[in-house]
C-alpha cells in the first residue's frame, strides 16, 4: 500500500504563488506515476499535472507556463509549485499516485483559495 500526504494549501492573492508537497510512503516501488488535481465547488475532478518516474511531465493546458510539477525521489516527494495564481485556481487539490497494479491511491486533498 500507498500513502500519501499533502502539504502547502492556503490563501493567496490573485497573483502570488504556493507550493504544494505529496510525501509518499510505503510501498513506494509500486508507484509509475504521481499527479496533481484538484476539484472545485460543484465540479468534476480534473487532472493538473502528472510525472512519471522517469521524470516526463504533462499539464492540463489551464496551467502551463505557470504550474511546474517535480519530484525528490531521495524525500518521495512530488512538489507542485503554482504561481501567477488566478481566482479559478481556487479547489482541493489532491495527490495521486498511479500504481502498477492499475490503481490510484488519493491523498486526502488541501485547499487553495485565490482571492480577487
Known amino acids: 500500500q500507498v500513502q500519501l500526504v499533502e502539504s502547502g494549501g492556503g490563501l493567496v492573492q490573485t497573483g502570488g504563488s504556493l507550493r504544494l508537497s505529496c510525501a509518499a510512503s510505503g510501498s513506494i516501488f509500486s508507484i509509475n506515476a504521481m499527479g496533481w488535481y484538484r476539484q472545485a465547488p460543484g465540479e468534476q475532478r480534473d487532472m493538473v499535472a502528472t510525472i512519471t518516474s522517469d521524470g516526463s511531465a504533462n499539464y492540463a493546458d489551464s496551467v502551463k507556463g505557470r504550474f511546474t510539477i517535480s519530484g525528490d525521489n531521495a524525500k518521495n516527494t512530488v512538489y507542485l509549485q503554482m504561481n501567477s495564481l488566478k481566482p479559478e485556481d481556487t479547489a482541493v487539490y489532491y495527490c495521486?499516485?498511479?500504481?502498477?497494479?492499475?490503481?490510484?491511491?488519493w491523498g486526502q486533498g488541501t485547499q487553495v483559495t485565490v482571492s480577487s
Open positions: 495521486a499516485a498511479d500504481l502498477k497494479t492499475k490503481d490510484i491511491t
